[in-house]
């Protein structure tokens, strides 16, 4: 069973930037795109960016294309999100995932299946 941890969130000031990590632990699937998702206060999930598998295919909400950056360490089955220019609409509790089916990733929240326990970010102003 895999098991998904974040790490990296906290209170940061508008324009600053934070790095968050997504550390797979246990059995992984063989090949598995990964993705964050966040979620602020009343408000539902939303999807930030995916990654494939081999990193050749990324996705980015149009709120943070330019802003933040996925990527992946295969090797250390370890997801990252750099966040940059952040924003105080950036604060909320954000999540990694693993795709239930397919090795491209998206956007579609029902197509992941494992969640890790989320961590906060919190942008002051």
């Known amino acids: 069973q895999v098991q998904l941890v974040e790490s990296g969130g906290g209170l940061v000031q508008v324009g600053g930037s934070l790095r968050l990590s997504c550390a797979a632990a246990g059995r992984t699937p063989g090949s598995y795109a990964m993705a964050w998702f966040r979620q602020a206060p009343g408000k539902e999930q939303e999807f930030v960016a995916s990654?494939?598998?081999?990193?050749?295919?990324?996705l980015y909400a149009d709120s943070v294309k330019g802003r933040f950056t996925i990527s992946r360490d295969n090797a250390k089955k370890t997801l990252y999100l750099q966040m940059s220019a952040l924003k105080p609409e950036d604060t909320a509790v954000y999540y990694c995932?693993?795709?239930?089916?397919?090795?491209?990733?998206?956007?579609?929240?029902?197509?992941?299946?494992?969640w890790g326990q989320g961590t906060q970010v919190t942008v002051s102003s």
């Open positions: 990654i494939s598998w081999r990193s050749d295919r990324t």
């Open positions: 995932a693993i795709h239930k089916y397919a090795d491209y990733g998206g956007a579609d929240y029902s197509d992941y299946g494992v």
